[in-house]
């Protein structure tokens, strides 16, 4: 079982920045690709950013050139450091983790809300 505590929402004007943080915990499983998902009111909840346990990352179209995801293995960490925030990214940020030992399993974090007022 693995637990994913998030960090690091909150509210910000339109063209600020804010950081999203999150540390995975559990034993006896080893944790592969880490990412950000988010869902906006009414909608579905859509990959904003991945990344591989050997650091490749992909990122979803809307937020390329203003978002950049990193982690820490040592820490089994996940950071979203997201720039020239625009209201249409307002929604809750979810912390996703997948094992991949002993089975490959998704794990969400309870979600983080990130308001962004124009």
């Known amino acids: 079982q693995v637990q994913l505590l998030e960090s690091g929402g909150g509210l910000v004007q339109a063209g600020g920045s804010l950081r999203l943080s999150c540390t995975a915990s559990?034993?006896?499983?080893?944790?592969?690709?880490m990412g950000w998902y988010r869902q906006a009111p009414g909608k579905q909840r859509d990959l904003v950013a991945v990344?591989?346990?050997?650091?490749?990352?992909t990122y979803a179209d809307a937020v390329k050139g203003r978002f950049t995801i990193s982690r820490d293995n040592a820490k089994n960490a996940v950071y979203l450091q997201m720039n020239s925030l625009k209201p249409e990214d307002t929604a809750v940020y979810y912390c996703?983790?997948?094992?991949?030992?002993?089975?490959?399993?998704?794990?969400w974090g309870q979600g983080t809300q990130v308001t962004v007022s124009s």
């Open positions: 990344v591989s346990r050997r650091g490749s990352t």
């Open positions: 996703n983790a997948v094992t991949t030992f002993p089975t490959q399993v998704a794990f």
């Open positions: 559990g034993s006896g499983v080893s944790i592969g690709a």
